[in-house]
């Protein structure tokens, strides 16, 4: 894969660098075309999300709550894959039941302030 297929990069809670490929953003916003213009949403998922879930093949699935979303309020669920030194992204969309997905056990769960 070459770079220049690359759209954006950010940096998963374990430090690893995840990509999005113009490839893959296709894909999202071809699947759920409500999903198009929420690319910053897509990143800071993984940047910083409410939890993670531990995917059926070893896939992470990182879950982030958004009170506004071009669709109203939503949590956008993004499904990536971290390799040795780095990820990619698989997939992603809104969901209005977190609690579905959350059934795969989380593996991680952002802190709550007191």
Not at 14 to 31: A, N, P, Y
Not at 55 to 81: D, F, P, Q, R
Not at 84 to 110: C, D, L, M, N, Y
Request: charged share 30%.
């Amino acid at each position: 894969m070459q770079d220049k297929e690359v759209i954006e990069f950010t940096k998963s809670i374990s430090g690893k660098e995840i990509r999005l490929t113009f490839k893959q953003w296709f894909h999202i916003i071809e699947s759920h075309d409500y999903m198009g213009g929420n690319i910053e949403k897509v990143m800071e998922t993984i940047s910083s999300p409410d939890y993670i879930i531990k995917g059926i093949k070893g896939e992470l699935i990182a879950i982030k709550h958004y009170h506004n979303t071009n669709i109203g309020e939503k949590c956008c669920v993004v499904v990536y894959k971290e390799e040795e030194k780095e990820g990619f992204i698989i997939t992603a969309f809104f969901t209005s039941k977190p609690e579905t997905i959350r059934k795969g056990g989380v593996v991680w769960q952002k802190q709550k302030l007191e």
